[in-house]
């Protein structure tokens, strides 16, 4: 199929390119922010069980194995993937903004010019950008709803004073209790009075 810029996909590609610049600005300084506040915490969690294992050395014993392994956890890939990936995605909206920006841009010197023909590369090439850069926008909600989920369970496994192996485990057993109170018979009510003839009420 091949694709021609006109007057009516001109008008169309400069609005939608327009809001997705908008929405792609907000994402960018959302991100950072996120990525930027998720680095502290780390940072701040770091130091926390580096400073257990200081006063452990100073007081002259050796730290405990579960110090050290609180300590060997926030290092680890897996809990600095989220905040390289809130970084990641910061720049790719970056590259697609510029590439968004010179859409419009082109664009609106297209419509000005006096005789602007079908050019067919331009558009192709706003249609290519207006396309990833909405699929990026689908996608870069589903990021965002996994990198939450992650954060609701580190923060109440860290309200609960223990690991995220630790909380796991609890909820494990927690999951597994109900699920077996569930399939016992159901217990006659507290409440219930006794008639002369036995029966309950």
Avoid: C
């Avoid at 590609?13 to 600005?25: F, K, N, R, S």
């Avoid at 290519?128 to 580190?154: F, P």
């Amino acid at each position: 199929m091949a694709l021609v810029m006109t007057e009516d996909y001109a008008a169309l590609v400069v609005g939608v390119d327009i809001a997705l610049l908008v929405v792609g600005t907000v994402q960018i300084l959302g991100h950072l922010k996120a990525a930027s506040a998720d680095a502290r915490t780390l940072v701040a969690r770091e130091d926390a069980a580096l400073r257990v294992i200081s006063d452990r050395l100073q007081a002259g014993e050796e730290p405990t194995p579960e110090e050290l392994e609180a300590a060997a956890e926030l290092s680890r890939p897996r809990v600095l993937l989220p905040t390289f990936g809130l970084m990641a995605l910061s720049l790719l909206w970056a590259a697609l903004s510029m590439a968004l920006l010179i859409s419009v841009t082109v664009t609106v010197f297209w419509a000005a010019a006096e005789d602007h023909g079908p050019t067919p590369l331009l558009a192709s090439y706003t249609a290519w950008v207006t396309a990833i850069s909405a699929v990026l926008l689908v996608l870069e909600a589903l990021a965002q709803s996994a990198h939450l989920a992650h954060t609701l369970v580190d923060d109440d496994s860290q309200r609960a004073g223990m690991g995220p192996s630790l909380y796991n485990a609890a909820l494990a057993k927690l999951h597994e209790y109900r699920s077996t109170q569930r399939q016992l018979p159901a217990q006659p009510s507290r409440n219930a009075q006794t008639t002369p003839d036995g029966s309950q009420q």
